[in-house]
């Protein structure tokens, strides 16, 4: 087993290094000038190449990108150009309301989506199955910000249950997350469902059936384990997604998160910022990715044989 998360760890530094390369480029060649924006159009071209030096963006790119590969290996992601402020702080007060809301999505996804899945089934082909499966259709067809401002409207506009927007305790992240996990929950139930009704069929299923054990420890502890291989591979995806899914989120419901922050620097051509943003979001998808190979080893003692 250690071998092989060595193997996954290691594999993981060159798709991280490709990481900063995409991330780097896509700032750079992006239309806009963040100089400009910064001393306004009317600033005398003195003042505007003095600025543009200050910021060291009038270097090639190849040693802007090395510059910015070798402050990320020590920690130090650069100085806000819009907020004047170091981007590691801005990150450090962000992240935590990210992944708060991530988590928490991810967390009504997968209880709602694993539930539903298993009822379904189960008694497949029943009025259950068949609600659960148009409620998977709608979760998937539905956009995001789309059933954010819905929410908005019934529950926190019509009947005033919860907050409209903003951030502060659980009433503040209930909307979000159902918002941001609802069609994550569909798919998973879509997953667990295909999965469980192949895994019912094999022989193991009929022998634990056969051996007078109860339906209940049939289906939750042989069927649903074997079950869960496919839907962990969705889970470690979906989390990573959902952390950068929080960029359209948090401006709908106005959280003060990494995503709103990023789209405020993108708009004002904040470098520094987009970058440090982007680079965490990638480094996440890939530490869920990791940490779904983890599950494996646990699920599957096959893995952990070879």
Known sequence: MRTYLIRRILLMIPVVLGVTVVVF???????????????GERAPQEVYDRVKHAWGLDRPLLTQYLTFLGNILRGNFGMSIQMRRPVAELLARAIP????????????????GVVAGVISAVRSGSVADQA???????????PGFWLGQLLIVLFAIK??????????????????????????????????RSTMLDVIKQDFVR????????????????????????VVTLIGLDLGYLLGGTVVMEEVFSRPGMGRLMIQAILSRDYPVVQGCLLILAVSVALCNLLADIAYVFLDPRIRLQ
Request: no cysteine; glycine share 8%.
């Open 97 to 112: 309301v990210t992944l708060e809301l991530g988590f928490s999505a991810m967390a009504l996804a997968v209880v709602m």
């Open 25 to 39: 480029l896509i700032i750079h060649l992006a239309p806009g000038d963040p100089v400009l924006l910064l001393v």
């Open 132 to 142: 659960t499966m148009v409620g998977a259709l709608l979760g998937v067809s539905v």
């Open 207 to 230: 022998t634990a059936r056969a051996k007078g054990l109860s339906e209940r420890v049939v289906i939750y502890k042989h069927a649903l384990r074997n079950a869960m291989l496919p």
């Open 159 to 192: 009947l005033q249950w919860v907050p409209v927007s903003g951030y502060g305790g659980i009433r503040f992240l209930i909307l979000p997350a159902l918002a941001m996990g609802f069609a994550d929950a569909a798919v998973t139930a879509r997953t667990t």
